[in-house]
Nanobody
Framework: QVQLVESGGGSVQAGGSLRLSCAAS??????????MGWFRQAPDKEREGVAF???????TYADSMKGRFTISRDNAKNTLYLQVNSLKPEDTATYYC??????????????????WGQGTQVTVSS
C-alpha cells in the first residue's frame, strides 16, 4: 500500500533550522509522476499548504512561506525534503507530506492531494 513517512521533526529554539524528510513507497506510478507537497496544521487552526514541487522540480510556495522554506526532492530515492530556516514559534505545527498524481509538470499548488503521511511534529520555543 502507499506509505508516506515523514521524519526530521523535533523541538528547536527560535532561529534554528530543521530538515524534514518524506519517504514514499507503494505509489501506483513512478514517484516522478507525482506532485509532492508539504502542509502543516497548528493546534486549533486549519491545515495550510506550505510548499509544492512537481516531478521535474518546479517549486511553488504559499505566499507567507517564501524565503525561509525550501522544498526539494530526490526522485532516485523517492524522497521529499523541506528545509526550514530561521524558525519562529508560529511555525509550531504538525507537518505533513502529500502526493498527487500529475505527470505534466507546472504548478502543483492547486492539485488535489490524495495520499498523505502521518505527520511529524515541529515545536519551536522562544
Amino acid at each position: 500500500q502507499v506509505q508516506l513517512v515523514e521524519s526530521g521533526g523535533g523541538s528547536v529554539q527560535a532561529g534554528g533550522s530543521l530538515r524534514l524528510s518524506c519517504a514514499a513507497s507503494g505509489l501506483p506510478s513512478s514517484y516522478s509522476n507525482y506532485c509532492m507537497g508539504w502542509f502543516r496544521q497548528a493546534p486549533d487552526k486549519e491545515r495550510e499548504g506550505v510548499a509544492f514541487i512537481s516531478g521535474i522540480g518546479t517549486t511553488t510556495y504559499a505566499d507567507s512561506m517564501k524565503g525561509r522554506f525550501t522544498i526539494s526532492r530526490d526522485n532516485a530515492k523517492n524522497t521529499l525534503y523541506l528545509q526550514v530556516n530561521s524558525l519562529k514559534p508560529e511555525d509550531t505545527a504538525t507537518y505533513y507530506c502529500a502526493a498527487s498524481w500529475w505527470p505534466y509538470g507546472g504548478d502543483c499548488r492547486t492539485r488535489q492531494y490524495n495520499y498523505w503521511g502521518q505527520g511529524t511534529q515541529v515545536t519551536v520555543s522562544s
